[in-house]
């Protein structure tokens, strides 16, 4: 199904190049801060990006790209943090999306299987169809946005913790990531409080 390559083209080719990129900052760019911040620079670009675009989305489908590029954002944050600190954050990112990721596809899946619609306004009143599905599904949005007591909470407190920890550009970069986290909240909660 079309969900099923979704999957796993918002994580396969993701993490690969994620992986890749690690390795050249540790053994080529580590000694050019400049394309670090570059490299930070188009991180958050991505996320401001994804953020605002999400919002207008009423395709499920749409959405979950604009997640995927969203949460790229942060992944390429955290590989442009070159240290010991920054790469874990960055492993435990991956960790995290990979599990948060799975979960709203499969969602997806299951629900575009019983219901035959891939639109966000036919998600309304789905709780009392199927509850325990609604509660897997919001928990696994909440992750995403990045909302307490969740795994993807921790990771990113974890990037922002290794954002603080640079240089004072860092800060900036820091702060509007902050800003466009807010905003990004909007992305998944548009689709729980139907």
Not at 53 to 78: D, H
């Amino acid at each position: 199904s079309t969900y099923g390559v979704g999957t796993y083209l918002s994580l396969i080719p993701k993490i690969a190049a994620i992986g890749l990129i690690s390795r050249l900052f540790v053994f080529i760019f580590s000694y050019s801060p400049i394309i670090q911040i570059l490299t930070a620079i188009i991180a958050l670009l991505s996320i401001i990006y994804a953020a605002i675009g999400g919002i207008n989305q009423t395709n499920i489908k749409r959405l979950y790209a604009y997640s995927s590029i969203l949460q790229s954002g942060f992944l390429l944050l955290a590989a442009s943090c070159v240290s010991v600190y920054g790469f874990s954050c960055l492993i435990f990112y991956i960790f995290t999306y990979i599990f948060m990721n799975i979960g709203i596809w499969n969602t997806a899946i299951i629900y575009t299987t019983n219901y035959q619609s891939d639109e966000i306004i036919d998600y309304k009143g789905i709780f009392y169809k199927n509850p325990y599905f609604s509660i897997a599904y919001t928990i696994c949005l909440i992750s995403l946005a990045g909302l307490p007591p969740t795994s993807g909470f921790l990771s990113k407190l974890y990037l922002f913790s290794a954002l603080s920890r640079e240089d004072f550009t860092y800060l900036i970069i820091l702060f509007l990531t902050l800003c466009a986290t807010v905003i990004s909240l909007f992305l998944y909660f548009k689709i729980i409080i139907h």
